[in-house]
């Protein structure tokens, strides 16, 4: 037994190594093992990888514990950096690692460098990376309200809209800039309209509004931009529109004032005047059309009144399609939709045993509209035929 544990083999094998050791007499004959062909190529190696694919990326991310990711940075931009593509790539993570994160960033940033630092990068992704808008003002509005620095310079959101403010100063210059301007610029500009919609700014008396900066600054973007009216910049203003459209003219009607009713008469100016494409002039038109229609908000009638044509505008929105003896389609919101309703219940020819629910209303003995004699006519019949008989050549071949 000593000698079995001196040697590396365990207790329990003693009757087989007794064997083995017992004499050639005893022992199995064994068979020759080529030796095992070895490689140094390692599974993460470059050729399990697609062409242009980063291997460290989020490495720290799924390689640890959350608690521990921050040990193998060297510098906050690289620890940043790697969270922020972590959430480009996962958008679902940010409800379940932005606390930490936030923590992380607290015992980090304790300088007005590191802060600024910070916001260039959380900017420069949110204008760079498509479809981080988004996602990148919800990070704003979080870190704004759980970093714990303050500095005399300015808080985490006071320095944010001044390094917006940089890029808004710039408009008039950007929306006449080259190709390569303009998206950088139209980035900005539906990154900003994501902050107004997000970032949360509280009162005095803890009630949360958005900031009133950010709306006076999207009205001159879209003047910046309809002032200079060649595709991009109007595709952009659609954009912004679609985007914050209702909210925009909801916080101007607060205040008396008439902006959208100006916004939408320089659209109509455009599509007349200006020398765009055919279909951005279309996407101006369903723009208006979409405003027209309340930017397709349904509000719901209140309880006590019942839904009406006068005080739901989407009281039609499903009803049927009918069509005149002439052919002229009519739905229920036609003024004179009940006379031409009853019109079309009297042409017995077409529906001569059918109530308007479809329940058959033929007597025992009468004719089914499937029991109606069918015969084709003889062209149809021969033309059909023909094609059965082509049909079949096709299918033996």
């Not at 714990?148 to 300015?154: D, E, F, L, M, Y």
């Amino acid at each position: 037994s000593d000698h079995l544990q001196k040697t590396g083999i365990p207790s329990g094998s003693q009757d087989k190594v007794s064997v083995l050791d017992s004499g050639p007499e005893m022992a199995e004959p064994q068979l020759a093992v080529d030796p095992v062909a070895t490689s140094n190529l390692s599974v993460k190696a470059p050729e399990f990888y697609p062409a242009g694919y980063n291997q460290n990326f989020n490495q720290n991310f799924t390689d640890s514990s959350f608690e521990d990711r921050c040990d193998g940075y060297l510098t906050l931009a690289e620890y940043v950096q790697d969270f922020l593509n972590h959430l480009t790539e996962q958008p679902g993570c940010f409800e379940t690692e932005i606390e930490q994160f936030a923590e992380t960033l607290n015992g980090w940033v304790i300088a007005d460098e590191a802060l600024q630092e910070l916001v260039e990068l959380i900017y420069q992704q949110a204008t760079s990376v498509p479809n981080f808008s988004y996602m990148g003002a919800r990070l704003c509005n979080y870190l704004s309200h759980h970093l714990t620095i303050s500095p005399q310079s300015g808080n985490f959101r006071q320095l944010l809209l001044q390094r917006c403010r940089t890029e808004y100063e710039n408009r008039d210059e950007a929306t006449k800039g080259d190709e390569t301007t303009r998206k950088q610029f139209h980035a900005f500009v539906l990154f900003l309209a994501e902050l107004y919609l997000n970032l949360e700014i509280k009162g005095t008396k803890g009630q949360v509004t958005r900031a009133e900066i950010l709306q006076e600054g999207l009205r001159e973007l879209l003047n910046a931009l309809f002032s200079n009216p060649v595709d991009s910049n109007l595709v952009c203003a659609v954009k912004l529109l679609k985007l914050t459209g209702s909210v925009l003219e909801d916080a101007w009607k607060e205040k008396g004032k008439n902006d959208m009713e100006e916004m939408i008469q320089r659209i109509e100016n455009v599509v007349l005047d200006a020398n765009c494409s055919r279909d951005v002039k279309h996407m101006l038109l369903k723009l208006v059309e979409l405003r027209s229609s309340n930017w397709g908000r349904v509000h719901g009638t209140t309880p006590h009144a019942e839904a009406t044509p006068e005080n739901d505008p989407n009281y039609f929105m499903n009803e049927p399609t009918f069509y005149t003896s002439d052919g002229v389609p009519f739905t229920a919101a036609d003024p004179d939709y009940q006379e031409k309703y009853q019109e079309l219940l009297e042409r017995e020819d077409l529906f001569p045993y059918y109530e308007e629910n479809g329940a058959d209303l033929s007597a025992p003995g009468e004719l089914y509209f499937d029991e109606i004699d069918d015969e084709m006519d003889p062209e149809i019949e021969e033309a059909y035929e023909k094609f059965c008989l082509e049909s079949e050549h096709k299918r033996k071949q």
